[in-house]
């Protein structure tokens, strides 16, 4: 039996439990509260480029101690849509997005500006103005001039085939770059295009279709290092080793290929790591109510095979 005595000071005690049970769930609530999600979508997960630049990303959302949700539209643009669409009705902090179409896109993206939430360009920009809080480029248009050097550098003429995706300004832009550098030089003629959205499966079979048109085929430019895997593998299938080609990314694939030496010749490269970062850098700024730039273009450097090691191929940059 409880000594009557003794009520007061165990009623006590348990308002005193109570109390500090009732403090540390409302500190839970708190902190459940203040985790934010951070919403990115990527034209398409099926190329490391973006797994990359996704990896760099993650660790800057995490180390706020928020939750990073990522969707991959599989190059499929209404599905972007859609998704841009679900991150807005969701109300997440801020939507990382790489476009697969760089007009397209910008109506549920200015919806998403209109509504507070931050939205950050990484790789391929957006063609109107004012859509992005900040974008996050290469400097597309070197890579293309690059290229475009190394070849009037190494080839006194030559026949050239173009693999491009004309939606996506970045790619645009390193085609631009490339024949704006040729186009004082008759002596290299552009002897086919295909369009491939960047994908190896898409840039094979192009390949073999514009070399059984030109045979006497020099060069492949390549808007991607992907794309010119692609190319690769059609070489390869049809005996035209001879045919030397170009992209843009500096894979550890391509890296590789380098220093196979074999037709894979040279690639401009980009910095995934430095581009991811800097994206969710830019996001946290904009949520913290700071000033950072609107646009932030990375440097490219062009990689031939005495540029690569067999560690260095192991790696992006």
Excluded at 2 to 12: N, Q, S, T, W, Y
Excluded at 14 to 35: D, H
Excluded at 253 to 266: E, F, I, R, T, W
């Amino acid at each position: 039996m409880i000594d009557r005595k003794r009520i007061p000071k165990l009623l006590a005690a348990l308002a005193a439990v109570l109390l500090i049970g009732m403090s540390t769930i409302f500190a839970v609530n708190r902190t459940i509260s203040r985790k934010r999600i951070v919403g990115a979508c990527y034209m398409t997960m099926n190329n490391q480029f973006y797994e990359v630049i996704n990896n760099e990303v993650r660790k800057v959302v995490e180390s706020h101690g928020d939750d990073l949700v990522v969707y991959d539209p599989q190059m499929n643009l209404e599905k972007q849509i859609e998704q841009i669409e679900y991150l807005i009705d969701q109300d997440v902090a801020g939507i990382i997005v790489n476009p697969i179409d760089s007009k397209a896109l910008a109506p549920s993206l200015l919806k998403a500006k209109s509504m507070g939430i931050p939205v950050i360009v990484v790789d391929a920009p957006i063609t109107e103005d004012n859509t992005a809080s900040t974008t996050i480029t290469s400097d597309n248009y070197q890579a293309g001039v690059l290229c475009a050097q190394d070849i009037l550098n190494n080839w006194q003429s030559g026949k050239i085939l173009l693999l491009e995706h004309s939606q996506v300004l970045s790619a645009s832009d390193r085609i631009r770059g490339f024949l704006d550098t040729l186009k004082d030089h008759p002596e290299f003629q552009i002897a086919g295009r295909a369009e491939c959205e960047g994908q190896l499966e898409i840039a094979m079979p192009q390949v073999i279709e514009m070399l059984q048109k030109t045979p006497d085929a020099d060069l492949i430019m390549a808007l991607n290092d992907p794309s010119a895997m692609g190319a690769l593998a059609a070489l390869e299938a049809t005996g035209n080793e001879h045919v030397k080609i170009y992209g843009v990314d500096g894979s550890p694939d391509v890296k590789k290929q380098l220093l196979a030496g074999n037709s894979m010749y040279a690639t401009a490269a980009q910095s995934p790591e430095t581009m991811g970062r800097l994206a969710a850098e830019s996001l946290y700024s904009h949520l913290a109510k700071e000033d950072p730039e609107k646009e932030i273009i990375v440097d490219v450097n062009l990689l031939k095979k005495e540029d690569c090691t067999a560690e260095s191929a192991k790696r992006w940059q």
